[in-house]
């Protein structure tokens, strides 16, 4: 896990394959001391607003982006990303969508809860590859973040 003060990257993924995926193109770009990983999104929800094993941790050390899938065990992607975008101190927080799902009402409900971007993860290992590390270079270094809000 990164040190307070440096995490960048919040990726929630329950499936071991695309998180070693995508750890694996971060890495190659030196992303990877960056990054939290969560597997459902009932532990996202504790670690963004600091509750259970992460009371420690303070609000306004809020990651850089959020990747977050729409199939999580106990809650689901559009859940939290409901509650993201539901909390002040959290509403500006980037929010990513990196889901295999093409459920037209999975990405209508997305954008009408507020995601900044929706990304169906590719098939292909090359594919899936490159786009996490275009995610991770976009938000970590081309993005320019709205100021701590919270």
């Given at each position: ?66 990747l ?50 929706y ?11 490159e ?20």
């Open positions: 896990m990164a040190s307070s003060g440096s995490l960048e990257i919040l990726l929630v993924e329950d499936n071991a394959n695309d998180e070693m995926l995508t750890l694996h193109a971060f890495k190659k770009h030196n992303l990877t001391n960056r990054v939290h990983v969560v597997r459902d999104g009932a532990e996202a929800l504790e670690f963004i607003f600091c509750t259970g094993k992460y009371a420690d941790r303070h609000i306004t050390d809020l990651p850089k982006v959020i977050l899938d729409i199939k999580l065990p106990l809650v689901d992607g559009l859940e939290v990303l409901r509650r993201i975008k539901g909390d002040p101190r959290t509403r500006t927080t980037p929010v990513v969508m990196l889901t295999s799902s093409r459920e037209e009402s999975d990405l209508v409900e997305s954008y009408r809860l507020g995601v900044n971007s990304i169906v993860k590719p098939v292909n290992f090359e594919q899936f590859t786009t996490a590390r275009s995610l991770g270079m976009y938000w970590l270094l081309l993005n320019k973040p709205l100021a701590s809000a919270a």
